[in-house]
């Protein structure tokens, strides 16, 4: 009888202007080396409908695609959960990459008996000029204890100490939770602390993206940073994690 891989499910939402960017994101995938049985697949959703994103993508079996109207990133991560395989989802946005071995400390982190439920790393911004940046002030690698995240981000002006972006979690909880947030940006913020509510973290020490800096960029807009719609995300995004939090219940994920 032949084995069942362990599958990790890697979650990429694009639209057609960073879609350039998919075949650098496929490289870094591809450049994955996992523990014995265990393998990837690429669950890549266009936020639209258009001709532009398929042709950029390769010709493996491992990876699929998927396409719906425009809603942005959380709409279209959360429709890719409906092909999302395996037991953990890994967040990987098109236009950043992992770094060597990203995914094996993201599995050793979650399987090696440490109760987190979620994993978490450093990152490098990418400028782009091809240098690398870090950030400083990251925590010390291990456990994330629930509640923490929450506290460091109302202290630090809605900025959390781990990167969205680098998310690893259990596909369960990922569901139980609805998935990413149904907002215009920080949606990946409001699933982190929603996560964070309910259960305990794991954070990496050793950088596992490549964050792109370019002018295109979601974040990079005018939009992102206006004063109003700011406020408005984040009082939602914390009465989430404070309601989640009130209801005292907490997943331990299962041994074994």
């Known amino acids: 009888m032949v084995a069942v891989p362990g599958i990790v499910s890697v979650v990429t939402a694009v639209h057609a202007p960073g879609a350039r960017f998919l075949p650098e994101a496929y490289r ?9 049985g265990w393998d990837w697949r690429w669950v890549v959703q266009e936020d639209g409908e258009t001709d532009e994103v398929r042709p950029l993508l390769p010709d493996d079996p491992r990876v699929s695609f998927g396409q ?19 037991e953990f989802v890994k967040v990987l946005d098109a ?14 982190a979650l399987t090696g008996g440490s109760g987190a ?5 450093a990152v490098l911004d990418l400028l782009p000029d091809g240098s690398t940046e870090g950030f400083p002030g990251d925590p010390a690698e291990g456990p994330v204890e629930r509640g923490s995240v929450l506290s460091s981000w109302r202290a630090h002006d809605f900025l959390a100490p781990v990167h969205p972006a680098t998310l690893c979690v259990r596909r369960d909880l990922l569901l139980a ?12 913020t409001g699933l982190l602390l929603a996560l ?21 960029q979601v ?20 009465a989430r994690a404070l309601s989640l939090a009130r209801t005292g219940w907490g997943f331990v994920p299962p041994r074994g």
């Open 28 to 36: 870094s995938l591809a450049d994955q080396r996992l523990p014995g």
């Open 95 to 108: 236009d950043d990459q992992l770094t060597p071995g990203a995914l094996a400390r993201d599995l050793a």
């Open 219 to 238: 974040t990079a807009a005018a939009a992102h940073t206006d004063r109003g719609e700011r406020a408005a995300r984040m009082a939602v995004v914390e």
């Open 177 to 188: 939770l609805g998935g990413w947030m149904a907002l215009p940006a920080s949606e990946d």
């Open 68 to 86: 719906g109207r425009p809603g942005r990133a959380g709409m279209a991560r959360t429709l890719a959960l409906s092909r999302a395989e395996g």
């Open 117 to 121: 439920a979620w994993a978490a790393s």
């Open 196 to 216: 964070d509510a309910v259960s305990r973290g794991w954070f990496t020490a050793e950088h596992g993206l490549l964050y792109r800096k370019w002018p295109g």
